[in-house]
T-cell receptor
Framework: DGGITQSPKYLFRKEGQNVTLSCEQNLNHDAMYWYRQDPGQGLRLIYYSQIVNDFQKGDIAEGYSVSREKKESFPLTVTSAQKNPTAFYLC???????????????FGDGTRLSIL | SQQGEEDPQALSIQEGENATMNCSYKTSINNLQWYRQNSGRGLVHLILIRSNEREKHSGRLRVTLDTSKKSSSLLITASRAADTASYFCATETGGGNKLTFGTGTQLKVEL
């Protein structure tokens, strides 16, 4: 079955620590995305990548970093510079959306990050 | 920034009734998408409507788009308890399939 796998499901961060959230997809999608969701809120875009070895900042990139060395993988690092990291983090992927026609995004089941 | 705003924020109905959720947005769009999120899970894509379309159907779902009013509605007919979830609209404006999500409508369908 094709899909997106996020791990771990729950993650705890100590003060001053960087943590990395994993996102793997086997849908052969070129584009991948990271979102942050706070309680009762919609999703906000952190970073996105439309092709391997390239990525762009979203609306709330400060305190986060990503890499895209392989098509199937798009890990997100929450750095110590992110002062309010407690949130639900969602990874998604899609086929390329060209000409404004759009493509559905497929989501993983998220990682819940909390501060110790 | 939040492009879409859903209305109402919360909706409680009885099984078998219809549920209507609305989404308003601020700038011109290429397409608008609706997603469902069950508690503690990822989002599931429901339907995509392009800016030159006015209505789309998928099973018990009906989506309308009024670009002159910058608004969309999602109608779920003959609702079931399993439809209980949060529903989000998302708009694509600048191309590249980059979406901006609204704040969501929390739907509860009671038996």
């Amino acid at each position: 079955d094709g899909g997106i796998t996020q791990s771990p499901k729950y993650l705890f961060r100590k003060e001053g620590q960087n943590v990395t959230l994993s996102c793997e997809q086997n849908l052969n999608h070129d584009a991948m995305y990271w979102y942050r969701q706070d309680p009762g809120q919609g999703l906000r875009l952190i970073y996105y990548s439309q092709i391997v070895n390239d990525f762009q900042k979203g609306d709330i990139a400060e305190g986060y970093s990503v890499s895209r060395e392989k098509k199937e993988s798009f890990p997100l690092t929450v750095t110590s510079a992110q002062k309010n990291p407690t949130a639900f983090y969602l990874c998604a992927s899609s086929a390329p959306g060209t000409g404004g026609f759009g493509q559905p995004q497929h989501f993983g089941d998220g990682t819940r990050l909390s501060i110790l | 920034s939040q492009q879409g705003e859903e209305d109402p924020q919360a909706l409680s109905i009885q099984e078998g009734e219809n549920a209507t959720m609305n989404c308003s947005y601020k700038t011109s769009i290429n397409n608008l998408q609706w997603y469902r999120q069950n508690s503690g899970r990822g989002l599931v894509h429901l339907i995509l409507i392009r800016s030159n379309e006015r209505e789309k159907h998928s099973g018990r779902l009906r989506v309308t788009l009024d670009t002159s009013k910058k608004s969309s509605s999602l109608l779920i007919t003959a609702s079931r308890a399993a439809d209980t979830a949060s529903y989000f609209c998302a708009t694509e404006t600048g191309g590249g399939n980059k979406l901006t999500f609204g704040t969501g409508t929390q739907l509860k369908v009671e038996l």
